[in-house]
């Protein structure tokens, strides 16, 4: 059996994620539930950047426009927030990208807009 990876900081993210779910519900937009975690973040002092930027590289030269991810998290993997009916190919295909051009190995996807949360961890 393999080991999950990062475990321990995953697991934190999706329980910070659940309360937000508890507390706002379902219905707002994906700017909401970022705010909130940003606030989490903040106050539990977990390592983050929000909108983070990517730079896409073609033929050796850097594209005019970055690539830009919800959050990096504790410097180890994106963190891709939805506020859609339910997780689809696109959004894995998304955070596949991200991972591609971010150079880490974890994405998670949160849905906030089903009746219980869901997520999806993508790995590279």
């Not at 106050?43 to 983070?52: F, G, V």
């Not at 959050?71 to 997780?87: A, G, R, T």
């Amino acid at each position: 059996m393999s080991e999950i990876l990062f475990k321990e900081e995953s697991f934190k993210i999706i329980g910070i994620c659940m309360e937000i779910h508890t507390a706002l519900g379902i219905g707002l937009k994906e700017i909401n539930y970022k705010d909130a975690m940003e606030i989490e973040f903040q106050a539990l002092n977990i390592p983050y950047e929000r909108e983070k930027k990517f730079i896409v590289k073609y033929k050796g030269k850097m594209l005019k426009s970055p690539y830009i991810a919800d959050f990096m998290v504790f410097n180890s993997f994106i963190l891709e927030i939805k506020s859609v009916p339910v997780i689809i190919d696109a959004h894995i295909a998304q955070t596949l990208s991200y991972l591609n051009v971010s150079n880490t190995k974890l994405g998670i996807i949160i849905n906030f807009d089903e009746k219980s949360l869901k997520w999806q961890r993508v790995i590279l």
